[in-house]
T-cell receptor
Framework: EAGVTQFPSHSVIEKGQTVTLRCDPI?????LYWYRRVMGKEIKFLLH????????ESGMPNNRFLAERTGGTYSTLKVQPAELEDSGVYFC????????????FGQGTRLTVV | GNSVTQMEGPVTLSEEAFLTINCTYT??????LFWYVQYPGEGLQLLLK?????DKGSNKGFEATYRKETTSFHLEKGSVQVSDSAVYFC???????????FGTGTRLLVSP
């Protein structure tokens, strides 16, 4: 069974440009999460989808970030326009229904804004 | 709100040494506690978990005990191997694996 897959693995963009990160969860996982780790700090929650609906987006830093999950399958996270402080590693995780089902993480996308 | 504090790294050990990585948490109620590991070039993997006080999670020789009285979940291994070199993240969640709160991560370097 394929795990959580994220694209691209690395992205380097200039300040002011737009970048779109993609996450393909494990097939059948209704719950999808985005997290971010900035410069060796803690990994922070960004948002949570249940199928195509945003369940909790309390961690989104500002309105330059837009997450979508059309059809309840893969998800995208767009940053527009990117700022220097957006640099970091963006992780995606998915899990099935049920409070105690394990969250499986992707390998992350390392975003560098220069 | 919930938070997790773990010891800063890097932690540098020789093979077969004893490992402790400290982790403490603050939370309302009784969170679930986790250790995740990130090996070089890979994603986060669940290493072990505990869901209530005095539970002991264990996996691959690693152990951690949920200590409510000290709000701690320290990671231990009796004899580390070079292959254990990775970044270890302590985490908590108010319920199950929902909305995880992580520490800053501790890099472990094990030399032969």
């Amino acid at each position: 069974e394929a795990g959580v897959t994220q694209f691209p693995s690395h992205s380097v963009i200039e300040k002011g440009q737009t970048v779109t990160l993609r996450c393909d969860p494990i097939s059948g996982h209704d719950n999808l999460y985005w997290y971010r780790r900035v410069m060796g700090k803690e990994i922070k929650f960004l948002l949570h989808f249940v199928k195509e609906s945003k369940q909790d987006e309390s961690g989104m830093p500002n309105n330059r970030f837009l997450a979508e999950r059309t059809g309840g399958t893969y998800s995208t996270l767009k940053v527009q326009p990117a700022e220097l402080e957006d640099s970091g590693v963006y992780f995606c995780a998915s899990r099935t229904q049920g409070a105690n089902t394990e969250a499986f993480f992707g390998q992350g996308t390392r975003l560098t804004v220069v | 709100g919930n938070s997790v504090t773990q010891m800063e790294g890097p932690v540098t050990l020789s093979e077969e040494a004893f490992l402790t990585i400290n982790c403490t948490y603050t939370a309302t109620g009784y969170p679930s506690l986790f250790w995740y590991v990130q090996y070089p070039g890979e994603g986060l993997q669940l290493l072990l978990k505990a869901t209530k006080a005095d539970d002991k999670g264990s996996n691959k020789g690693f152990e951690a005990t949920y200590r409510k009285e000290t709000t701690s979940f320290h990671l231990e291994k009796g004899s580390v191997q070079v292959s254990d070199s990775a970044v270890y993240f302590c985490g908590s969640s108010p319920r199950g694996f929902q909305k995880l709160v992580f520490g800053t991560g501790t890099r472990l370097l094990v030399s032969p």
